[in-house]
């Protein structure tokens, strides 16, 4: 017997034809940019877990590009790097073509010469849904970029200094857009959906003070639901957030940053992205559960004995700053088996933080500076702060083929914080 309620995998077909466009950031103000069907952000794809993405590229850019598919476990020759394929000439189409085992909220972004071709406005968001998700009273998908605007009102040249801090823009945008303003029905519960796409700014952020609970990280659901006022998202990172219910109608709660030192030559500082006004009363539908997902964890309890040591480092030349893994540039790691328990431990022997982020697998803290910690979450990218250090775990499932890592502030990965590795039978 079938059941008629029970959807029948799909494919998912999406055009993404990467062209120049012009961007309205704010109402009247417009710059040329570069973007997927000549939209910043790029389509959002939405899919249920089981379905299959077909995404065929059209590359009407001047220069050759490839697309990323960030936090998906998709086959080594989709991952969409140098490594696993010929970049995409101009004028040159490429398939993409992978099954999604996981829920989750993902994105998408251009992996050739990315500091130009993200802050130019390669990315989009992918949400893949799973068979039995929490109810919401609704569900919001908010993309924070920052685009740097020179005097003459473009998207700003790479400039020397971006090489050593990476490249802050000082127009904040949600979803392609400076400033706006959200409503949210009092009584209510929303599901957010964040995405940090900004090249480098780290966003600790703030709902004016208010609490709100973290629901999910880049790997789907957490093991439970936390209650917070504040949350830190890396260049890269995903969260997932139960915003409301707020009872103050009319009430305006300013969607901000609040300081963070990520580096000691930059000085924090509070910014504003957008406004939440809190609308008339609507009922709810909304239960979040107190547990939400079955994170088992991959390391047993007691010392944890790394299988591998990741040295993020920094040397200066005579063009500036090198990023550096383990002392070289593009760092060539060995190999991991199919199904060996990996333990890394992530040692940032520099002053400044570094988001690592893991491709194509996620994995779990498992400790920070040594000190052993309960894993909440699955995640493809963490902050390491200064000097810090962070272990994590993950087992690589059958997926042979080159993989890589690297620092998420774009202009670090571009000066060679990164290491290629591959998994192997
Ligand atoms: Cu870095």
Redesign the pocket.
């Known amino acids: 017997m079938t059941n008629a309620l029970v959807r029948m995998p799909r494919e998912i077909h999406v055009d993404l034809e990467a062209r120049e466009t012009m961007w309205e950031i704010a109402p009247g103000r417009t710059v040329s940019a570069w973007g997927y069907q000549g939209m910043v952000p790029g389509p959002t794809i939405v899919a249920q877990v089981g379905d299959t993405l077909v995404a065929r590229l059209v590359n009407n850019l001047p220069e050759p590009t490839v697309i990323h598919w960030h936090g998906l476990r998709l086959p080594a020759a989709m991952d969409g790097t140098e490594s696993v394929q010929r970049l995409v000439q101009p004028g040159e189409r490429f398939e993409y073509r992978f099954a999604l085992p996981d829920a989750g909220t993902f994105w998408y972004h251009s992996h050739a010469n990315e500091t130009v071709q993200v802050e130019r406005g390669l990315y989009g968001a992918f949400v893949v849904l799973g068979a039995d998700e929490p109810a919401f009273d609704a569900d919001r998908l908010l993309v924070l970029d920052d685009v740097k605007i020179d005097r003459r009102g473009r998207i700003a040249k790479t400039a020397l200094f971006d090489r050593h801090s ?1 490249r802050e823009g000082d127009v904040l945008v949600i979803n392609g857009r400076s400033e706006p303003e959200l409503v949210i029905a009092a009584g209510q519960v929303e599901r957010w959906r964040i995405v940090n796409a900004c090249s480098a700014r780290y966003v600790l952020l703030s709902l004016g003070g208010r609490s709100f609970r973290i629901i999910g990280s880049d790997g789907g659901l957490r093991s439970d639901a936390v209650t917070v006022t504040e949350t830190l998202l890396t260049p890269g990172d995903r969260v997932e957030l139960a915003v409301g219910p707020f009872d103050d109608e009319g009430a305006e709660i300013a969607i901000e940053s609040l300081p963070y030192r990520r580096t000691s030559m930059k000085r924090p500082r509070r910014n504003v992205w957008g406004t939440l006004r809190v609308g008339p009363r609507a009922a709810s539908v909304a239960s979040v559960p107190a547990t939400l997902a079955t994170i088992t964890p991959l390391v047993p309890a007691g010392p944890i004995e790394p299988t591998r040591i990741v040295r ?1 480092g920094a040397r200066m030349t005579f063009h500036g700053h090198d ?1 550096l893994i383990n002392g070289e540039q593009h760092h060539h790691d060995a190999p991991v088996k199919v199904g060996e328990l990996q333990v890394w431990d992530i040692v940032n022997e520099t002053g ?4 690592f982020h893991l491709h194509g697998f996620f994995f779990q803290v498992v400790a920070l500076d040594g000190v052993p910690c309960v894993p909440s979450s699955w995640e493809d990218t963490v902050n390491v702060v200064g000097k810090g250090r962070v272990t994590i775990a993950f087992r690589p499932d059958d997926r042979p083929g080159r993989w890589m890592y690297h ?3 774009l202009e ?2 571009a000066a060679g ?1 990164m290491g290629h590795f591959e998994v192997v039978r």
Not at 352 to 355: A, F, K, N, R, T
């Open positions: 990476g993020l990023w400044m933080d570094h988001p620092c998420h502030i670090h990965h914080m």
